[in-house]
């Protein structure tokens, strides 16, 4: 499953969607998630974006049905077709920055 959510309620609304659309219980695996508006509002700063990781990073490692998940942003500016630079872990010279950090320390 992938979720573009453009803030921590509507990850948890499309999840909820999710396991509602399912008819027999089943293991979750979130293959990309993220925040990103496309366009279709204000894109979250950086300290916004810290803020949603370490939320969601946290409801995910709850929850028993997922049983893993990958935040978007592994790629490279050049590489982000657009979305927010602030939802990337990576610069552009390929370095983990400090979203990146965040996310391998679990969201702390």
């Not at 573009?4 to 999710?18: D, G, I, M, R, W």
């Not at 979750?28 to 204000?42: K, N, Q």
Request: net charge negative; proline share 3%; aromatic share 12%.
């Amino acid at each position: 499953m992938i979720i573009h959510a453009v803030n921590f309620t509507s990850l948890l609304l499309k999840t909820e969607q999710y396991r509602l659309f399912c008819s027999f219980p089943a293991a979750l695996i979130i293959s990309e998630y993220a925040s990103e508006t496309f366009g279709y509002g204000a894109d979250l700063s950086l300290d916004e974006t810290k803020a949603f990781v370490a939320k969601t990073q946290n409801w995910l490692k709850q929850q028993s049905d997922i049983v893993a998940y990958c935040y978007f942003g592994p790629v490279t500016p050049q590489a982000a077709n657009g979305v927010n630079h602030n939802s990337l872990m990576i610069d552009s010279g390929s370095n983990i920055n400090d979203l990146g950090r965040q996310y391998l320390a679990g969201g702390r």
